[in-house]
């Protein structure tokens, strides 16, 4: 299916744009792991998509990896990657290697196997800052099937012959090494001072920051991408959109939230959750939802809500900052919550920066940047060199 649709895509743009194509990069989902076999360049399993998890491997990663480390979640790829090779990867016979999801779209193009970028490596345990594997994963019986890491938006290869050719591409057409889907909606945003960060208000409500400092901390589920020189620091509350959905349609919120004056402050004090459990600001898996008392008014009781909320986002920002991110200077707004002007006033006044929307949200649109500043010779080279892939 994902390859299908890559070249459906690539066929839907129009003939005369394909033809003037110089680069192309991609993202994919954070985590969803793929094992392929380096013969047929097929996966050897099924991918094991961002969302699942293998906490039957999270005992095994607790006992080589550092206290708080990113991949001790049961979503990490590292668990991923133990799971399957404690099932069945080491009795294998045929010679593997594990890949991202954009990693194996982008060897579609391309044709080499094995090759990533260091946001999509973070949470298999490269550590983006030395620009290696750390000894403990060097260690292990399945290091083997560790894919060579790039910086994101670095060049890998030109496009296929046949590939150029079936599809009217260009030949000289160089593809790119890509970035995670979360880490391309913030490069939509074209954010690029420390202390400017996007907050998404979709389903969850997810905080991102521009950082000189690294912050990671399993604990509340923060850790830090890099980003060039700087560091792209986040976190994501439980709280968000899919609470707002439980409570009101989107008509009813548009309706109620004009009614609403941003400039005073609700006295209502609710934590909005869709069910038990919060992980940041606070790590509490037994946080109840509060959503009471609610007052006769929908107006009012609508504006308690998302006061709660933008004082959960200032929490959440503020915390970046106790754990040593650089300060917040402003705030661009993605997600179906971005739409909400009222809301953009009432988080203004709770955060204390000027928040606006963000023009470009489409996460397609930053792993494009991340083409464009590929071929413009953009990327920062990293400071070590890689040995070329076969
Ligand atoms: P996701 O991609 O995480 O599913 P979206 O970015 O599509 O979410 O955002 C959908 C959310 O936006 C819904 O949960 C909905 O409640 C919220 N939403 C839609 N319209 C508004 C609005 N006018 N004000 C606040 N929130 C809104």
Redesign the pocket.
């Known amino acids: 299916m994902w390859k299908d649709t890559l070249f459906t895509l690539i066929d839907a743009v129009p003939a005369q744009v394909r033809s003037r194509v110089v680069a192309i990069s991609l993202d994919g989902t954070s985590s969803t792991t793929m094992v392929i076999d380096r013969k047929t360049g097929q996966p050897v399993t099924r991918p094991v998509l961002y969302n699942e998890s293998r906490p039957q491997a999270l005992a095994t990663v607790e006992a080589i990896a550092p206290a708080k480390h990113t991949v001790l979640t049961g979503t990490s790829t590292l668990c991923k990657l133990v799971a399957w090779w404690m099932s069945e990867g080491s009795k294998l016979q045929t010679e593997v290697v594990m890949m991202h999801q954009a990693d194996w779209l982008l060897s579609l193009l391309h044709g080499k196997l094995g090759i990533t970028d260091y946001n999509n490596a973070l949470k298999v345990g490269y550590d983006p800052e030395l620009e290696e594997y750390p000894a403990w994963l060097t260690s292990q019986p399945y290091a083997s099937l560790l894919p060579l890491v790039k910086e994101p938006g670095s060049a890998i290869g030109l496009v296929g012959q046949d590939i150029a050719s079936t599809y009217g591409l260009r030949e000289d057409c160089q593809v790119y090494t890509g970035t995670t889907d979360s880490i391309a909606a913030f490069l939509a945003a074209r954010v690029t001072e420390p202390g400017e960060a996007v907050t998404s208000?979709?389903?969850?409500l997810a905080v991102k920051l521009l950082s000189t400092s690294r912050v990671d901390d399993s604990r509340y589920g923060i850790y830090s991408h890099r980003l060039g020189d700087k560091w792209l620091v986040g976190g994501a509350s439980n709280t968000?959109?899919?609470v707002?959905?439980q409570l009101f349609s989107?008509e009813q919120?548009?309706e109620l939230?004009a009614q609403i004056d941003p400039s005073k402050p609700s006295p209502l004090d609710y934590y909005p959750l869709p069910k038990v459990g919060e992980r940041f600001p606070e790590a509490d898996p037994n946080k109840e939802p509060r959503l009471s008392p609610r007052p006769d008014s929908d107006v009012e009781f609508l504006h308690g809500v998302l006061e709660s909320i933008a004082r959960i986002e200032g929490r959440a920002y503020a915390a970046l900052d106790e754990l040593g991110a650089t300060p917040l200077k402003a705030v661009k707004t993605a997600?179906?919550?971005a739409?909400?002007v009222v809301?953009q006033r009432i988080r203004e006044r709770v955060l204390g920066v000027p928040v606006s929307a963000s023009t470009q949200t489409e996460a397609a649109y930053g792993a494009a940047l991340l083409a464009f500043y590929g071929c413009k010779g953009l990327i920062r080279t990293s400071q070590k060199s890689y040995s070329t892939a076969s």
């Open positions: 208000l979709g389903s969850t968000g959109g899919a707002l959905r989107n919120l548009q939230s997600g179906g919550g739409q909400n809301w």
